[in-house]
């Protein structure tokens, strides 16, 4: 391929992940909105507590945000809110702080209509849909781990920020279940940030110029908005899973965002677009697949990556990068192997979707594999930039988003 065959490939695909992300004006309600969760909840009593520290995880919080598609149709986003309340673990119980949550969001006559039934892990205030987007907050009490456990951790600056969270069970017991959210954000961020100081400038003046009616100058631009080519490839990988597997056999097996991400950023070199990015990811993941042959153990090549690994005993391991007791892969051993299956299934599918149809002479397949919901759009693009395209690849059924995120609304 032409370096400039393959510049133009990636603002193809720039543009889809684009079209897929939050826009500035539902982010910045989405933050509105949280901050006032929080601060209602900080207004409340609890016993023993002074301080509460309330602060995003997930997609939101390291920028790879992508619209789910649930059943076949768009769902609301998600914004995950850690309620960190700064008390020793030793000194309440996950049904003491989980309940107490909940009860001080019913407080609020606003948000007890909006209040869902108790979730697992966290307490789910449902937001109406407005221009045809909607989301939703899932509010998360945790405390600070315990020393004990945070010595296990692997960086004792990373280590210092694990929380207990909460988790209620099928037999309604409660437990404490260590997790790392900033942890994690901070080591994606490592990765993530010198391609990130290239790109911001460009970035937050053109978010400027496209949101004057948000923005009063470009320092009000939230760095979050600015996106590197691995959170672009990132985003792009997440959709591209979402839709290849709706109504699909294997669809309750589909790889998480978490081992998406993790594996994404362990592979990312720097590259300079969302094409050449894509390219490394996948073509390193697919060749991992040689770990499903019954001769696995024998491949020295298999045996000296740490990516993906598999035992003698036929587990598997994807170690989260700042919880080395915690195997995102545990499960992938179950139904033989369904979801190690599920997944190399879907590195080959996004390898012949993305990565090799480029020689296919028609660019616009890319968009049958996972772009349906914008296809007519990103047809335009591609035939705006001089690459060839065919009118049949809007034949795939449509996965519909209504009112799309401006600018890109048709």
């Known amino acids: 391929m032409t370096i400039e065959l393959e510049s133009?490939?990636?603002?193809?695909?720039?543009g889809i992940a684009s079209r897929l992300d939050i826009s500035p004006t539902k982010y910045k309600q989405a933050v509105d909105r949280y901050t006032a969760v929080s601060n209602w909840i900080a207004e409340g009593q609890f016993e023993g507590v002074e301080e509460i520290h309330f602060y995003p995880q997930g997609s939101f919080r390291l920028g790879t945000v992508v619209r789910p598609i649930r059943n076949g149709q768009d769902a609301d986003y998600d914004i995950d809110l850690v309620s960190e309340f700064q008390i020793l673990k030793n000194k309440t119980t996950p049904k003491t702080l989980k309940e107490a949550v909940g009860n001080r969001i019913a407080e609020n006559e606003t948000y007890k209509k909006m209040l869902d039934e108790e979730g697992r892990r966290c307490w789910t205030i449902n937001y109406a849909e407005q221009d045809g987007i909607g989301f939703h907050i899932d509010v998360l009490p945790a405390t600070p781990e315990d020393v004990k456990v945070r010595n296990n951790l692997v960086d004792s600056r990373i280590a210092e920020k694990a929380i207990a969270i909460t988790h209620k069970n099928k037999d309604k017991t409660y437990e404490w279940y260590s997790s790392n959210p900033s942890g994690y954000a901070d080591w994606f961020e490592n990765i993530n940030q010198p391609v990130f100081n290239l790109v911001k400038a460009t970035q937050q003046r053109s978010l400027?110029?496209?949101?004057?009616?948000?923005?009063a100058s470009i320092d009000e631009?939230?760095?979050?908005?600015?996106?590197?080519?691995?959170?672009?490839?990132?985003?792009?990988?997440?959709?591209?899973?979402?839709?290849?597997?709706t109504n699909h056999p294997m669809a309750d097996d589909k790889p998480i965002s978490m081992i998406i991400t993790t594996l994404a950023a362990k592979l990312y070199n720097g590259e300079p677009n969302v094409f050449l990015t894509l390219r490394n990811i996948v073509n390193r993941l697919d060749v991992l697949s040689d770990l499903l042959k019954p001769e696995f153990?024998?491949?020295?090549?298999?045996?000296?990556?740490?990516?993906?690994t598999r035992n003698a005993d036929g587990t598997w391991v994807i170690e989260n990068p700042v919880n080395p007791e915690e195997n995102f892969a545990d499960r992938w051993h179950e139904n033989n192997n369904?979801?190690?299956?599920a997944f190399f299934q879907w590195t080959k599918w996004i390898k012949e979707d993305v990565i090799e149809i480029i020689g296919s002479n028609d660019i616009g397949k890319i968009v049958k594999s996972f772009e349906s919901t914008f296809g007519q759009v990103s047809i335009t693009t591609a035939k705006a930039l001089g690459l060839p395209t065919s009118a049949a690849v809007i034949s795939t059924p449509i996965i519909q988003i209504s009112n799309p995120n401006k600018p890109w609304g048709r």
């Open 208 to 215: 400027f110029e496209n949101n004057r009616d948000i923005y």
């Open 221 to 245: 631009v939230p760095e979050a908005l600015i996106k590197t080519p691995l959170q672009r490839a990132i985003q792009i990988l997440k959709r591209h899973r979402d839709v290849r597997f």
């Open 297 to 308: 153990s024998n491949n020295k090549v298999l045996q000296e990556q740490s990516l993906i």
């Open 338 to 341: 369904q979801k190690a299956r």
């Open 8 to 14: 133009k490939v990636s603002v193809l695909l720039e």
